[in-house]
């Protein structure tokens, strides 16, 4: 089994089959589903990975990475199309616009960058309140007009990328870990939770800020909630946990409709393009694939031992990855 973590997974918008991962090998593997084989390996990240995210055409893919840079890349090659070094900390999260307009990416040094997505320039640099550890993700409206970014301190913001403004933001009691925007783009939805604090699923009104509902509390562990995603339909929205488990909610009746436990820390999850399979990205290694119908896993993915042709680690300050510990947590 690896010992490498894989921090976070992104399908491709127009293949169900084709998953991609990122890890603390510092790479980044495309994967097909159903035969378990790995159809190629990224390699140019001097440290881990932290975040991917597919362009909507399924053609570029955007990385972020603790050696502090964003990466576009170009799947179907493997060619690194540009290097990004906007930012002067970890880069924590990537989000490629649905319209493809945009890229964001928020990160340690408590900004958010939007960049145009065909000249991959930064269009607006943003500083926010974001608490110590900064933003933790983005995640842009279905119609790419506003970014949402939840930030450590338990504050999101909502970011025009047109206007490079910021429109509103809201206070959440807890660090947001995660969010992400229904597919109507009427509400969105934060996971949270920091050390030994519980697990919180909150909806908000996209278009107020207004709690949607009331937070629902899951058994996640010690550090919280750590990744969600809507369906594609909106009738569901995965949680992943640091416990392992991982949680189907109904997302207008706001209940959990169905969960297992993988056997490690949930970092990462998404749905599929097809609603029916959701990849969660693990602690032990593995991106488990999850039939969403029986909430049984179909297979795991191994990542494997798959060491970066950089041999040089760039200097960062000890800091957690994933919780308020005093130091870093090795995942």
């Avoid at 840079?69 to 799947?75: E, G, L």
Wanted: aromatic share 10%.
């Amino acid at each position: 089994m690896s010992s490498y973590s894989v921090t976070c997974v992104s399908f491709k918008p127009d293949n169900p089959n084709i998953v991609v991962s990122g890890s603390n090998d510092k790479t980044i593997k495309t994967w097909d589903i159903t035969s378990g084989s790995c159809l190629s390996t990224l390699r140019g990240h001097t440290d881990r990975v932290l975040s991917v995210c597919f362009s909507p055409d399924g053609k570029r893919l955007v990385s972020g990475s603790l050696d502090r840079t964003v990466m576009v890349w170009d799947p179907s090659t493997g060619e690194q199309l540009c290097q990004l070094r906007a930012h002067s900390d970890w880069v924590r999260a990537v989000a490629w616009s649905p319209c493809g307009q945009w890229l964001a990416s928020g990160g340690d040094d408590k900004m958010i960058y939007v960049y145009d997505a065909k000249t991959f320039e930064v269009k607006w640099p943003l500083n926010v309140d974001a608490g110590e550890y900064g933003v933790l993700s983005v995640s842009f409206s279905p119609k790419g007009d506003m970014v949402a970014a939840g930030c450590y301190n338990g504050k999101m913001y909502f970011v025009d990328p047109t206007a490079g403004e910021i429109k509103s933001s809201l206070s959440d009691e807890k660090q947001i870990n995660s969010v992400a925007f229904s597919p109507d783009g009427s509400l969105i939805a934060a996971g949270g939770g920091g050390l030994f604090e519980a697990g919180t699923i909150r909806l908000y009104n996209a278009a107020t800020g207004d709690p949607f509902g009331s937070p629902l509390n899951v058994d996640a562990g010690a550090l919280g909630v750590r990744s969600i995603s809507y369906s594609p339909k909106g009738d569901m929205v995965a949680v992943g946990c640091y416990n392992g488990n991982v949680f189907f909610v109904d997302a207008a009746a706001g209940e959990i409709k169905s969960s297992l436990n993988v056997g490690s820390c949930v970092l990462s999850v998404q749905f599929s393009p097809s609603g029916d399979t959701v990849a969660a990205g693990c602690n032990d290694g593995t991106v488990q694939i999850i039939d969403v119908a029986t909430a049984e896993v179909k297979r795991p993915l191994n990542v494997g031992y798959a060491f970066s042709r950089f041999s040089t680690r760039i200097s960062l300050p000890a800091r957690p990855l994933f919780s308020r510990f005093s130091t870093r947590i090795s995942v």
